[in-house]
């Protein structure tokens, strides 16, 4: 049974303590998590995009080196090397994700680093994102001008480039 508490109950609560309902607020700890409490079926979605992105970036490698894992076989291009821990921010959150990594052997007898595809070296925010950051700015929609009560854009007090992109 999963019980909800309103957000007024949790203030109500919090000035019976003998704290105050509307207290001193730092942007630091104001976001809606802390205010409605964790959302499950985002944390169930960003779940399943994390496994979804990690078999895509499997299978990505299996293609590369011609093998599956573990196969023994002769065609094969080169072989994994473990994997790396990237963090990438999507509409949905951070996502944390297990980046395989795997050694590619050229026609010259050099060894190379395989790099995806799919999700380039440098890149920490997916386009969507990207796209909704360049048109906050754009439209000169600076986040601290919002009520969406994102814990960064409280941080921001003046209408910047900087305002938009500390929310990347």
Known sequence: MLLVVSPVTRLRH???KGGYA?????G???SLATVFGKDALSEAIRGKLR???????DAEVEAVLAAARYARV????GYRNGRKKR???SSLGAIALDVPRAR???LEGRVTEWQSQMLPRYQRRTRDLDATLLGLYLSSGCTANSNDGSRRSARCRVRSRRCCSCLA
């Open 14 to 16: 919090a000035a019976e």
């Open 22 to 26: 509307v207290g001193k607020c730092s």
């Open 28 to 30: 630091s700890d104001l």
């Open 51 to 57: 496994e979804v992105v990690g078999l895509l970036l």
């Open 74 to 77: 002769d065609q094969r291009a």
């Open 87 to 89: 963090t990438i921010r």
């Open 104 to 106: 590619l052997a050229t």
